[in-house]
């Protein structure tokens, strides 16, 4: 009786030093930061998970290492919180993704603490009520593959200093109130940049010639006042997706670009475009064309997906005909 009583009590030690091991998983100082931030935002019901008494690696909106045990991931999603970015987010210093999404409470502007979250590799920060200018500093984040600063309200120039995020592959800046030219240093971007995003502001000039050199996936410029030619983002060996250009100031021949088989969306509408549409349109067989609204001339070439179409991807042109639009005189 008494050595099952041991066996007992033995395994009861064991459970409970197991179970007090997994309570305190989490960092002491990561809780700490934790509950800070907690407190920032007015103790909120989304984080009533944030009980000091549990593992924080159990905690609603964050995530940690399974080695290290420190807090890796902070993903705060569709929130009811009030409120401006609490700058103790920095002294969460092994975060590697960072994200504020669709929280329309959020005010203020980014805080520089930012700067010192030196592994981010993920920043998002979309949807929200965010403002004032895109800060120069978020350039110190050497380590991030995506910048997400989207649907905000962000206003002024873009930094120059955005060019030295030499590890981006996806850069989104769209609807915002970013006005001025495309920075220089952008003319330098990386070629791992794959998505570029600055749809929806107010920018003007033209877009860096140096693009030609780089292989984007999908880039989206629509609704600003861009003017030029953008022409030399195309060619039989890019393998561009998808291209957003419309309701721009754009002026070009586009009779004689080349198009790769890659392009499944080419939208220019509401431009000042001029000549013809090239006959490697009608390759393309997967192709959504928009070139409404420019000052094209000729036939639309018969092939592909061209006169699948419906005509109001032709209409307001100079004299462009052939199915969809009337025929050829």
């Known amino acids: 009786m008494k050595i099952t009583l041991l066996i007992i009590l033995s395994i009861l030690t064991f459970l409970s030093q ?19 931030i907690k407190k920032a935002f007015n103790n909120p019901y989304h984080l009533a998970s944030w009980n000091p008494d549990t593992d924080c690696c159990q905690w609603y909106v964050v995530d940690c290492d399974r080695k290290t045990n420190r807090i890796t991931n902070f993903h705060l999603f569709a929130a009811n919180i009030s409120g401006q970015i609490p700058p103790a987010i920095a002294d969460l210093p ?3 993704s960072l994200t504020f ?29 965010i ?21 905000n309200n962000f206003s002024g120039a873009i930094p120059q200093t955005l060019g ?51 292989n984007f996936t999908s ?25 957003d250009f419309s309701r721009n ?9 080349e198009f790769p088989d890659s392009l499944s969306t080419l939208d220019l509408n509401h431009n000042r475009i001029y000549g013809s549409l090239p006959e490697g349109l009608a390759k393309l067989e997967n192709l959504y064309l928009n070139v409404s609204y420019n000052r094209l001339c000729g036939q639309i070439p018969v092939g592909g997906r061209l006169q699948e179409l419906d005509y109001s991807s032709y209409f307001h042109n100079r004299c462009l005909c052939g199915a969809p639009l009337p025929n050829c005189k």
């Open 18 to 36: 197991l179970l007090l091991s997994h309570s305190t998983r989490c960092n002491p100082q990561d809780k700490k930061v934790l509950l800070k």
């Open 94 to 96: 092994y975060l590697e």
């Open 101 to 129: 999404h669709k929280i329309t409470n959020l005010t203020g502007t980014i805080p520089p603490a930012l700067a010192r979250l030196t592994n981010l590799k993920r920043l998002s920060i979309s949807w929200t009520n």
């Open 131 to 151: 403002s004032g200018p895109i800060p120069s500093f978020l350039s110190q984040l050497k380590n991030l593959t995506f910048l997400d600063l989207s649907f």
């Open 164 to 214: 030295e995020l030499r590890n981006l592959s996806g850069l989104r800046l769209d609807r915002n109130k970013l006005t001025g030219p495309i920075p220089d240093s952008f003319g330098d971007l990386s070629p791992s940049l794959q998505y570029l995003y600055l749809s929806h502001n107010q920018l003007s000039g033209s877009i860096p010639r140096a693009w030609g050199d780089l």
């Open 219 to 243: 880039v989206l410029f629509d609704r600003n006042r861009l003017e030029g030619d953008i022409s030399f983002l195309f060619g039989k060996n890019k393998t561009v997706q998808n291209v």
């Open 249 to 257: 100031m754009l002026r070009f021949d586009l009779s004689n670009v």
